[in-house]
């Protein structure tokens, strides 16, 4: 279930949850802590922490407590040093793994509706293409504009709008493959009020999508005041045709 | 003394219908304009503070009005203001200032909005006139 949460200015700190497959795995958490008695590892073989008692034991040969004399190579010695190896991989592993990780959220959009709810300029002269996008050309940007094709409002739907942002260089995608992270890019989707109006939404690092409509302010609500974890689902109003995802590389589009 | 106003100067108020497409504007020209500038100062009595309800989707979401500079110097406005559930909203130098719409501004507004050929797009949204037409 959702949860109804104030909007409000600043960054949102969240685990990225669609980064690609970017998520680690169990197999580079550290080991569970060890238990009183034993010493774990992968694979779930243990080592006692102390050398068995072989006193009694036909043939042993130990000191005067029963412990076996040692060589200096007893196999408890040799299995501490395999375990202390292995949290070093592991480690360096999971910093390897998160360092990638962040690397490929460079390009997600913060949710920062601060930004963009300026109550001026920024906010009044960009609407939910240019939110999506996340380029704040304050021209009221329009899918396809930049590139000579002008949409009206008998053309409002999926595929002249569309086209029209394919034309300014978005490309389209399966909305629960996602981007990946062979580029700089960020996840979109839009809508359509048949005849009417399209609508823009932004996936932001966060993992949850956001949007902007007109010139209100940016906020990560549907219209029923629950947070928006997919604009599939979410509550769109009268934006009932869901037209799709696309990819965003602001490097690569122009819009105006 | 009264300043006179150039024949070109316009007052543009966005009609808040849309979310992509660029929403319908009503222009007041003139001295009407001037007019409405002091009928916009004049409705600033009584400072509020007031969280508005965030917008939803398909919804009227307010009037931006856009003031040319000459009138925002005139009248000591900001260049953009909005006006929506009767609060009357102005960025001001560090952050904003609110007002209740005391002198039915909004009302106004929609009623300009419907003699300039909006009442569809209005009507479609819930938002009425209280004037009947003539």
Not at chain 1, 41 to 66: F, H, Q, V, Y
């Amino acid at each position: 279930m959702n949860e109804a949460v104030e909007d409000g200015v600043g960054e949102r700190h969240h685990p990225p949850r669609y980064a690609a497959s970017i998520t680690p795995s169990p197999s580079f958490r550290h080991s569970s802590p060890p238990d009183r008695d034993s010493h774990s590892g992968p694979g779930g073989w243990t080592l006692p922490r102390t050398a068995p008692d072989i006193r009694g034991m036909s043939g042993a040969k130990g000191d005067e407590n029963g412990f076996p004399r040692s060589s200096g190579r007893e196999s408890c010695a040799t299995g501490l040093g395999s375990a202390t190896m292995w949290r070093v991989i592991s480690t360096f592993l999971e910093r390897v793994f998160e360092a990638f990780v962040k690397w490929a959220n460079r390009c997600l959009p913060l949710y920062q509706p601060g930004v963009w709810n300026d109550a001026d300029g920024v906010q009044y002269n960009n609407n939910c293409y240019n939110y999506g996008c996340d380029m704040p050309t304050e021209t009221y940007a329009q899918p396809g504009r930049a590139q000579g094709i002008i949409l009206g409002a008998a053309i409002m739907n999926c595929p002249d709008v569309t086209n029209g942002a394919v034309a300014d260089g978005l490309v389209r995608v399966n909305c629960d493959q996602g981007c990946g992270c062979s580029e700089c890019h960020h996840q979109v989707a839009m809508a359509i009020w048949p005849n009417e109006d399209y609508h823009w939404y932004r996936r932001d690092r966060d993992g949850r999508w956001s949007h902007k409509m007109g010139w209100s302010p940016a906020t990560n609500l549907d219209s029923s005041g629950n947070i928006i974890t997919d604009p599939r689902t979410a509550d769109r109003g009268p934006y009932i045709v869901f037209c799709g995802c696309f990819c965003v590389n602001k490097s690569k589009i122009t819009i105006n | 003394m009264a300043s006179d106003v150039p024949a070109g100067t316009v007052i543009m108020v966005e009609v808040g219908v849309f979310s992509g497409r660029a929403n319908p504007r009503i222009e007041v020209r003139g001295e009407d304009a001037r007019a409405f500038a002091m009928a916009l100062k004049a409705a600033r009595t009584e400072e509020v503070r007031h969280s508005l309800p965030p917008p939803k989707l398909g919804e009227f979401y307010g009037f931006l009005i856009r003031v040319p500079r000459p009138l925002a110097g005139e009248f000591d406005l900001s260049m953009e203001v909005t006006v929506h559930f009767g609060i009357i909203t102005e960025r001001v130098e560090r952050g904003i200032r609110q007002w209740r719409d005391r002198s039915g501004l909004e009302q106004q507004l929609i009623e300009r909005a419907y003699s300039q050929g909006h009442g569809d797009v209005l009507e479609k949204r819930g938002v009425r006139r209280t004037v009947p037409p003539p």
